[in-house]
């Protein structure tokens, strides 16, 4: 039985709510297998599922929850098969093949047989449990039991995170250790916890896991051992407070915690639920993002914006990346608000592929502006993985279900790469290469000649956008256009999206875009040389399909004597000589242009720069 990623459960009267009572979702993610993604985009997806999720050593992450040794808060292999399976789990419901279905099975069934005797699901003894990232490891075998249930109905995998969530009860329930002293980071990682616990609630309507959610929400404003005034992540968000200046800064786990509000929204209908989560993203929206993404230094919150033109020691976690995208997807559901879909796309195209290594096997762990790029190092070598490599999948397979969205008034396109989708019964084709081409074309066909809505993404960078339908022009504006007509069989939108390149200044420096794009100097193509350059506000791009072939780059363009690519593609050869550069100064010296500081020991952990290991594999 194949059940919807977004999983609607009818609450019972034994939960104490209502169908009423519930946060409704404004857009509605793709059904799984509906949609299918092609050209560039649908290769790295491919690639992905192929390279990394397919070809993980199935006893490298399940071997620590056999053994059940860890202790202390330096160890957090715990985390690692619940990341990686929520990335196979969402490329199964993407596009479901024999190989994807086997791994998947296989992977749920050996984790629930190392579950103890009490049904806890981790990588811990009873004496160390609750220690360093124990809770934070629960949360991610929740998560990746309610996936694989979401996918085949199983009832014993649905009973696994069951008795989980019930061991993690006796632990943290009322009367029991405050969750904001357990772990690490002031609480925040166990804390996280919230989002399944929800999810195990609403799949089985059983209200003492609704309870024990709501239960650790009001944790968060009692106060603590750690935190006289309580970690106040309710209150401070609410109040506008920066992301930096909260209980602890470490971003992803921040971020982990919002999204547990946003699910806890959907089960109860409280709006300060909601509007917390809204008010954090305002916060990120205006203190930490840029151009490619959002911005982090070390893993937590630090004010980028106003600092990313300079080097940054450890910028953009891929982990940040990752859950950032996962935040705007769950606010995108709930809001409709278009911003949030122009963020994932901005992420999508820039942050998250640019971490990508190009044969999709590895990830880097940080991602800078400018620099080298660095694959990861590994953070347990018996296991042969770092957080950042199971995580950033979990951003990319996330595409599909947000690319296309259902509206309770018809079909929504949230992203253009070419492709289909079935959204309910209209089939959708999209055709171009956007974004190297600024023209796409969509092909309505719903089974039955109808009149509804088609909410069409218009991007805040395209000021300039022309829309037709059959031909004829239609009114348009950055935001949604929503286009309510009688619709039939091979009718035909035309969208040309305005990809005239656009010049930000920060610092005394220029960065330059094109559409979702950003683009990048790269030494392979620009390499340093004598002379100054001064951008215009309104530089003429002149495409140069020789010099992304040259470097394996999605596109490249020619301005005067510079020459910039994608930049995702800038640095693509991560090795030490390989540099590239996003922010410009003004104006740009070519002698010192890649003398930026940013050297390939500020983008990693390790000590030494470290290749990917070879793949693995257990008789």
Known sequence: MLLSVALLIIVTATSGFSQADRGRDVFTPAAPGSVQIGGRLGKKLELCVANRLLAQDLEAVIAPYRAKTETGGADWRCEYWGKWFTSLALADAYRSTPDTREKRDEAAKVLIVTAATDGYLGTRSS???????????????????????????????????????????????????????????????????????????????????????????ACWSEKSKRLPAGMRLMEDALAGKNPDQMCSPKAYEMMSCFEGLCELYRATGKRD?????????????????????????????????????????????TCVTATWMKLCDQLLRLTGDVRYADELEKNLYNGLLGAMMPDGGWWAYFSGLMG?????????????????????????????????????????????????????AVKLEVSGDYPVSDHVEIRVTPARTGEFTLSLRIPAWSERTRLL????????????????????????????????????????????????????LDNRLTPASTGKVSLDQSPVLKPDPAAAEKIGAWMAFDLGPLTLCDYASAGNAFSEQNMFRTWLPQPLDLATVYRTGQTWQTLTHAQTW??????????
């Open 372 to 424: 080298v790029r660095v694959p990861s190092y590994v953070q347990h070598a018996d296991v042969g993985l770092s957080c950042c490599v199971v995580n950033g999948p979990r951003g990319l397979m996330l595409t599909p279900f947000w690319a296309f969205m259902q509206s309770a008034e018809g079909p929504v396109v949230n992203l253009y790469a070419p492709g289909t989708a079935q959204v309910g």
């Open 127 to 217: 004496e160390h449990r609750l220690e360093g990232w124990d809770v934070w490891g629960c949360k991610y075998a929740l998560l990746g039991l309610i996936a694989d249930y979401d996918r085949t109905g199983d009832a014993k995998v649905l009973a696994a995170a069951c008795r989980e969530t019930d061991v993690l009860i006796g632990e943290l329930g009322p009367g029991k250790i405050d969750i904001a002293d357990v772990g690490e980071r002031n609480g925040l990682p166990a804390s996280s916890v919230l989002e399944p616990v929800v999810l195990v609630f609403e799949r089985t309507a059983e209200k003492k896991y609704l309870e024990f959610a709501e239960h650790i929400v």
């Open 469 to 520: 339908v059959n031909g004829r022009p239609q009114v348009v504006a950055p935001g949604y256009a929503r286009i309510r007509r009688r619709w039939r069989a091979g009718d035909r939108v035309e969208i040309t999206f305005d990809m005239r390149a656009k010049v930000s200044h920060l610092n005394g420096q220029a960065a330059i875009s094109r559409g979702p794009v950003v683009l990048s």
């Open 610 to 619: 470290t290749n990917p290991p070879a793949p693995r594999q257990h008789p």
């Open 273 to 317: 639920d909601l509007e917390a989560a809204i008010k954090l993203a305002d916060g990120i929206f205006r203190e930490e993002t840029t151009p490619v993404g959002v911005g982090t230094s070390q893993e937590v919150w630090f004010s980028g914006a106003l600092k990313q033109t300079g080097p940054v020691m450890k910028p953009m976690e």
